[in-house]
């Protein structure tokens, strides 16, 4: 079975650090991984996805993201935080054995800014 | 750029009473879902629709639930006798193909009192 952990809750950065969302997945057949973010009262809206091409993807915002097989991660990264990236994110993972291409989502992380 | 709706935004109802929560998919998508995400928590999976039929359902998509394509262009999701539990943000969603993303609309706040 599928299933997606995003370590922390919360994130709080200052403005300018980096931006380092953690998620790990289970998944028995090779995944296809997802960032979704969701601003206050809106959708779900996707950073970037992984489906088996390049490990290392670029998201919309200046996010990036890695796959990494040994670790079962894929961990979001931004280098700098802007006061508009405070938002959740969720980590979302598919796979082939899906009848219907669900996604399965982690918990979600609540990233905070500070200026 | 090709966006999903969802009607309405927010819907109050009473115990007990059937409702119907709207969606229109991007137009050449042939994936459709339905999430729903209580307050707090995680967003949960209730069911997946392709070729005019259900094609996986979580636990959570129990008789009480149904969707439907009426018309080719929206797709509905119907809580036959809602509960106070069926309280959520519910997320249409649709994808092109299977394991593609899924581009979500801006979701119906569901109110159960």
């Known amino acids: 079975a599928q299933s997606v952990t995003q370590l922390g809750s919360h994130v709080s950065v200052s403005e300018g650090a980096l931006v380092l969302l953690r998620c790990n997945y289970s998944?028995?057949?090779?995944?296809?991984l997802f960032w979704y973010v969701q601003y206050p009262n809106q959708g779900l809206q996707l950073l970037l996805k992984?489906?088996?091409?390049?490990?290392l993807v670029k998201g919309i915002n200046g996010f990036e993201a890695e796959f990494k097989k040994s670790e079962t991660s894929f961990h979001l990264t931004k280098p700098s935080a802007h006061m508009s990236d405070a938002a959740e994110y969720f980590c979302?993972?598919?796979?082939?054995?899906?009848?219907?291409?669900?996604?399965?989502f982690g918990q979600g992380t609540e990233l905070s800014v500070k200026p | 750029e090709p966006e999903v709706t969802q009607t309405p935004s927010h819907q109050v109802t009473q115990m007990g009473q059937e409702v119907i929560l709207r969606c229109v998919p991007i137009?050449?998508?042939?994936?459709f879902y339905w999430y729903r995400q209580i307050l707090g928590q995680k967003v949960e999976f209730l069911v997946s629709?392709?070729?005019?039929?259900?094609?996986?359902k979580s636990e959570i998509f129990d008789d009480q639930f149904s969707v439907e394509r009426p018309d080719g262009s929206n797709f509905t999701l119907k809580i036959r006798s809602t509960k106070l539990e069926d309280s959520a943000m519910y997320f249409c969603?649709?994808?092109?193909?299977?394991?593609?993303?899924?581009?979500f609309g801006q979701g119906t706040r569901l109110t159960v009192v």
């Open positions: 992984y489906t088996s091409a390049a490990t």
């Open positions: 998944s028995s057949v090779p995944p296809y």
């Open positions: 969603a649709s994808s092109r193909q299977k394991n593609t993303e899924a581009f």
């Open positions: 137009s050449n998508h042939l994936y």
């Open positions: 629709f392709y070729n005019n039929e259900i094609s996986e």
């Open positions: 979302a993972v598919s796979d082939l054995g899906n009848q219907g291409g669900k996604l399965i």
